[in-house]
């Protein structure tokens, strides 16, 4: 028996309303200075599963769709999509510690993918997949960003810092990367799959994508501590550690 879309929608409000928990758990129940130094941290994975939370509450009550020719645009999902994607990146570019020009242009490049399948979503034929193609190429950039630009530009220095980051860069590149794939065989795409099957391939993407990176991230909070001696940015955008020795921006992060 085929199961409802409603139902995966309000699996999905339930997890990441669960998701949230730990890092607002992280964040209230621990009051030294330091952990307080970690409150925009904590506050950017909050945000993360709060929002998608929201998103899929809306979706499980019915809101957030629209009827176009194309076909049933779930905006909710999509505006998800465009504000924590960015806070996603945003995470990881706090623990890379990156100059303020790589940030902004893995969020741009993000943002140009996010409208792509809006609009690869919202129109049929030629313009739709002229669409799909620009959010691809916008992808492999942003793939590269992750992999080559961020780990090569950051200023984070020690081995737990590097640890963590690898591990919710590598989640973020490899879960991302199976989106464009669903995109392809859902109704969007070439119809392979069912509406209810579309959404539930994307809440569990969601779940594992978000949830986890939220619990891998608050799991490896200590990171956070060699991170506290930080003053953040200069008027340049570039990080500066109160510690000259880390000045040096020897390590690169992402190499092990």
Same mark, same amino acid.
């Given at each position: 028996m085929l199961v409802d879309t409603a139902v995966w929608a309000w699996i999905g409000a339930l997890a990441m309303g669960a998701g949230t928990v730990p890092p607002?758990? =992280?964040?209230?129940?621990?009051?030294s200075e330091a952990e307080e130094s970690h409150a925009i941290y904590y506050a950017t994975l909050a945000g993360v599963t709060g929002i998608a939370a929201i998103a899929?509450?809306?979706?499980?009550?019915?809101?957030?769709?629209?009827?176009?020719? =194309?076909?049933?645009?779930?905006?909710a999902r999509y505006v998800d999509w465009l504000?924590?994607?960015?806070?996603?990146?945003?995470?990881l570019g706090l623990l890379a510690r990156p100059s303020r020009r790589v940030l902004a242009g893995l969020i741009g490049v993000d943002v140009v993918i996010i409208a792509g399948g809006i609009a690869a979503a919202a129109t049929t034929g030629t313009v739709s997949w002229v669409a799909f193609g620009v959010a691809g190429v916008a992808y492999v950039a942003l793939v590269y960003g992750l992999l080559v630009s961020l780990p090569r530009s950051a200023?984070?220095?020690?081995?737990?810092?590097?640890?963590?980051?690898?591990?919710?860069?590598?989640?973020?590149?490899?879960?991302?990367?199976?989106?464009?794939?669903?995109?392809?065989?859902?109704?969007?795409?070439?119809?392979?799959?069912?509406p209810a099957t579309?959404?539930?391939?994307?809440?569990?993407?969601?779940?594992v994508s978000?949830?986890?990176?939220?619990?891998?991230?608050? =799991?490896? =909070?200590?990171?956070?501590?060699?991170l506290g001696a930080d003053s953040g940015p200069d008027a340049d955008g570039e990080f500066v550690a109160a510690d000259p020795s880390a000045e040096e921006r020897t390590t690169v992060l992402g190499d092990d």
């Open positions: 607002l758990w =992280a964040w209230f129940s621990r009051s899929y509450l809306l979706m499980a009550l019915g809101f957030g769709s629209v009827s176009l020719s =194309a076909g049933e645009l779930d905006i504000l924590t994607t960015p806070l996603l990146l945003l995470y200023s984070a220095e020690g081995d737990r810092v590097r640890a963590v980051f690898g591990t919710l860069r590598n989640i973020t590149v490899v879960l991302w990367t199976l989106y464009p794939v669903v995109w392809l065989l859902a109704p969007t795409g070439f119809g392979l799959l069912t579309e959404m539930l391939v994307f809440v569990y993407l969601d779940i978000k949830v986890g990176f939220v619990v891998v991230a608050v =799991a490896g =909070a200590d990171a956070l501590d060699r």
